[in-house]
């Protein structure tokens, strides 16, 4: 991971972000993934993933998934730094690990982590 800040995942979400849609730093874990590095944008209704290119600069494709379409959610908190989310997603196992805390993005992380408890996993 080279420097992250919040500036710069605002900067790469903005044109693709909805009102009350949380944001999280992620690593892809599936076959499916067009990169090691993802921006997660997830309200109540869609999860939208920007994979993002080797230097976390520029966002190099983007998939939207309907929340009514994904089955099987997993998560798993971990008692280590890192929390792991995964689903079913027409045919398509996705899975993402999501550090729970880094530094330069203030509390971003733990407020997806807590918005993907309370909303999604959790109904």
Known sequence: ????????????????????????????????????????????????????????????????LSMADMQEHRYNKGLSLASTWSFQSNGQTWRFQMLKKIIPLGKMQQEFLDFLNEHIINT
């Open 1 to 64: 991971m080279f420097f992250i800040n919040k500036k710069l995942i605002n900067k790469l979400a903005a044109p693709y972000q909805e009102p009350s849609m949380q944001v999280c730093y992620a690593t892809p874990q599936h076959f499916s993934a067009y990169s090691s590095k993802a921006v997660l944008l997830l309200n109540e209704e869609k999860l939208i993933v920007l994979f993002l290119n080797f230097f976390s600069s520029k966002v190099i494709h983007k998939v939207e």
